[in-house]
C-alpha cells in the first residue's frame, strides 16, 4: 500500500515539475536575440535515453575507481572490462533523446556557438552536435596508454569475448549499475585486453575521478563560451568543479546564464542568472527549438 502511495506522490512530484510555462520558453527565445548561446550539458539531458543520473535524488552514494587504481591493481581492470562487457549488451540499443537532437538542431541552425557536455555518453556527438567539447572525454573510445592507439570500444569487447569464451553469456542477467556497467560479482579468470598494436593497457578515453579534464579540452569548451552571447546550462547540477569554472568565465564577460534542471543547481540565485526553468531538458529544448522557429 504505502509502495503505491510513494509512486503515485513521485509521479505527481514530476508532472509539476515538467510543466514548462510557455513564458519561460519565451523568456529563453529572447536570450538569443543578441547572437548564439553555448550549451552546457550534464547527466540530466541523457536520463531520457535510460541512462541513470548517479547524482539525482535516490541513488545510493558510490565510490568512483580512480586512475591509479586502474593502472596499478590488475583487479580493478578485470572488475572494468568484466562490468563493461556484462553490461554491454543491454546497454547497446540507447540512442539519443530529443534533447541531443534539439541541441544538434540549434546548433545547425545558428542558435548555438557550440555544445560543451560533462558526459561520456557519446550521445551529443550521435544526435548530430558538430562544435562538441566532451569534457570529461568519451567511454565509447578506448586508447592504450602508452602510445596512444585508439579502437573503438566495441572492437576491444569482441577480443575480451575471444579470450573469455562463455563470459557474456554465464553473466548476461548482472545488475546494471549507474555508471552503465554491470555488476560482476567474481572476475576469477578473467583476462583483460591489452592494445593489439604494442601491447599496452588498455583504458577508456574519459577523465577518471584524481585526474583533471585535459588542457586541449577545456580550451575548446572556453572558444565556445567566448564565442556566444550567453551560456545556457541545462541538464547539470554543476557539482563538477569544470562547468563551474565556465560558468566564471562567462561571468567574467558579463554573459547572461540560464539554466533548466530539475533540481537545485550551485548557480540558483546569483545575480549572472537571468533565466532559472525547474524541469526537464528534453521538453525545455524542443520547446525552445519551435519558439525560435516561430519567429
Ligand atoms: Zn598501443
Redesign the pocket.
Known sequence: MAQVADGAGRNEAAGAADGIGADEIAGLAGLFADGPLALLTGAGVSTDSGIPDYRGAGTPPRTPMSIDQFTRDEAYRRRFWAGARAGADRLAPVQPNAGHRAAAELERDGYLSGVITQNVDGLHARAGSVNLAELHGNGAVI???????RFSREEVLRWFDVANPGFAERWADAEITPDGDAAVTDTTGVRVPV??????M?RPDVVYFGEVVPQRVFAHAERIVAGAAGLLVAGTSLAVNTGMRLVHRAERRGIPLAVINRGPTAIDGRDSVRLRIEGGTSEALTALVSRLAAR
Open positions: 586508447r592504450c596508454i602508452p602510445l596512444d592507439h592494445c593489439p598494436a604494442c601491447g599496452g588498455l
